[in-house]
Every structure is written in C-alpha cells, then in structure tokens.
C-alpha cells in the first residue's frame, strides 16, 4: 500500500528539505518499517544517504504538498520544531508524524529502495476528513511531477476533470494549490513547445 505524505530531511550542514513522498507501508498501518523509492537525483535521497534519518509526516495540507512536488520552496516557510529523537524537524501543523532512521539502503537503480525504520512518532492534530478537493490536488500534483515526459492532451484532459472538482468542494487552499499545479503544466508545455487547447485553461 502506498501512503502519501510529506518527508523532511537534513543535509550535513542542517539546511531543511522538505519533499511529497508516497512510501510503501505494511497492509495493517503500523508504520514499524516502510520502505522509500526516491530518486537518487533528489535532495531526500542525498540527504537520507548522507545522515540516514528523517521524518515522515501524514498532512491534508495538500497546498504544501503540490508547492514541494513541484520543487517550489513553500512559501510562507512551514512550521517546524526539533524531532524527538533523530536529528530532523517536525511539521508542527501536520497530523501525525513518524520519526525514522534508515536500516537498508538500495541505490543500485535510478529510484533507491530505502528501509525505514519508526523510532518515534506523534499525533499532532486531527485529520481533516475525506474531501474530493483535495483529493484531486494530490492527483493533479502526482500528474504535474511527470509533466515533462508525458502526453499533454491526456493530461490536460484529466486536468479538466479535476478543476471541476476542485471548484466545487474546495477551499482557498486547494484553489490555489491548483492554480500552481495547472501554471506549472503551461510552463512544461512551453519547455517543450508543446501546442494544445487543451492547456489554455483548466475549466
């Protein structure tokens, strides 16, 4: 089962990374051990190799979520406070968190397979609830990641599906969250120099 949430990462000289992050998790939830596919080109995977620990958090911030995705610096800056246990930060407005130290690491393939373990955890808050808007953020956001090596027609299309449902069971914050998503689809577009109707609007 894949989990989506938010994993912050230090480099050696302390400087905060903050990334979305789906990790494989055992069917019954406990969080004892995920495991972590990053990129061996991302910050996390440096920064995991480099210190070996880090913190998972679970969050309906999904604004922050499609802000990393993207690789934009969260602006304004999240919230954090020292890890419990590891050398890290907590996401002080997320909903719980999981403090992890790595036990195996793989890197032998473009995406490092990366064994965590839980040494701490926390509940800070409580969940939002279900809510299709931001449901289609993180959706919007998945498809946005590869934005520069997929078809846009189909994207795009998609994109339209999902603007629709953010304009009727959204707040501010997934508005706006998708306004993001649906500016950095047009500028892959252009990198790409890429025609379509399609990417002119997203509703």
């Known amino acids: 089962m894949i989990l ?26 406990s969080m004892a051990r995920f495991v972590l596919r990053p990129f061996r080109t991302s910050t996390t995977y440096q920064n995991l190799k480099a210190r070996g620990e880090g913190v998972f958090h ?29 050398t890290g930060r907590i996401l002080t407005d997320a909903c ?56 846009f027609d189909e994207l795009f299309t998609e994109f339209r599906k999902l603007a629709i449902v953010v304009d009727k069971t959204g707040g501010p914050r997934e508005r706006a ?5 649906h500016r950095h689809m047009r500028e892959a577009v252009e990198r790409r120099g890429f025609e379509s109707d399609a990417s002119r609007s997203p509703s």
């Open 96 to 151: 719980r968190y999981y403090e992890f130290r790595v036990v195996e690491l793989d890197d032998r393939e473009d995406r490092a397979s990366i064994i965590a373990e839980t040494v701490a955890q926390g509940r800070l808050r409580d969940f939002f609830g279900f809510n299709r808007a931001k449901h289609a953020v993180v959706e919007a956001a998945i498809m946005a990641t590869r934005a520069d090596w997929l078809g």
């Open 58 to 86: 679970i969050t309906d911030d999904v604004l922050l979520l499609a802000q990393t995705a993207i690789g934009l610096a969260p602006s304004p800056a999240p919230a954090t406070r020292p890890a419990d246990v590891i």
């Open 4 to 29: 989506e949430g938010i994993v912050t990462t230090l480099n050696l000289a302390g400087a905060l990374n903050v990334a979305p992050m789906g990790p494989q998790v055992d069917h019954d939830l």
């Open 177 to 181: 969250a998708f306004t993001l998503l």
